[in-house]
């Protein structure tokens, strides 16, 4: 009997995250406490499910896929909050979201054209800055630090947050500290961008040279 992909634990965990982006989506114009906790919540287990995969030996193409899209997707529905929220921004944000959509799904179809399970899986022939990007600490550094200077601006909306010292609330403190993060994030979407289409581009050297030799 065949196993039911569907029904692998970490795909269980992947329709979870599902359901509190969504919650997070319809709590956003109104309740930004219990959406950031939602939003927040779902990323987080983005970190879960990859352990569940390794542990129960259930990695899969589907789960991989489903959570690409999960991030990809949430981010993207924030980032339109946040246009809406910060108009005189939104050509840095539709920029933000066109590059993280683009980057991450060639570099996905360049993966699985090259016959790996996941965007992750980066050998050690590949791009040395995205080796460093997707060991375990850096990746979950630069994915929790963009999530949360994200989710921080769109708190940034409704009140600085609880107030620190010299009167700076906990917010823009906590935004300051992850802007960095977040932009360096960005610019190795670019440097996925540019492999994903190195890969591609070798494919379609490889496979023609192929053919011409057949002929």
Known sequence: MSDNVYLFVPNLIGYGRIVLAIMSFWFM?????????????????????????????QSSKFGAMLDMLTD?????????????????????????????????WLFMHSTMMKGSQSHKAI?????????????????????????????????????????????IGLWQLIC???????????AISAVHLYAASANIVAIDVAEREGRLKDN
């Open 29 to 57: 114009p109104y309740d930004p406490t219990r959406a950031t906790l939602c939003y927040l919540s779902s990323a987080l287990l983005d970190s879960l499910d990859g352990h569940a995969a390794r542990l129960l030996g």
């Open 72 to 104: 990809r997707c949430a981010t993207m529905c924030l980032l339109v909050v946040l246009s809406q929220f910060y108009p005189s921004y939104m050509i840095l944000f539709q920029l933000s979201m066109s590059l993280d959509i683009a980057s991450h």
């Open 123 to 167: 050998d050690l022939s590949g791009n040395p800055i995205l080796r460093q990007y997707y060991t375990k600490p850096v990746l979950f550094v630069m994915c929790s630090g963009n999530e949360l200077f994200y989710s921080m601006l769109y708190l940034l909306h409704f009140n600085y947050g609880p107030t620190l010292l010299f009167g």
């Open 176 to 186: 300051v500290l992850t802007f960095p993060i977040a932009a360096v994030k960005s």
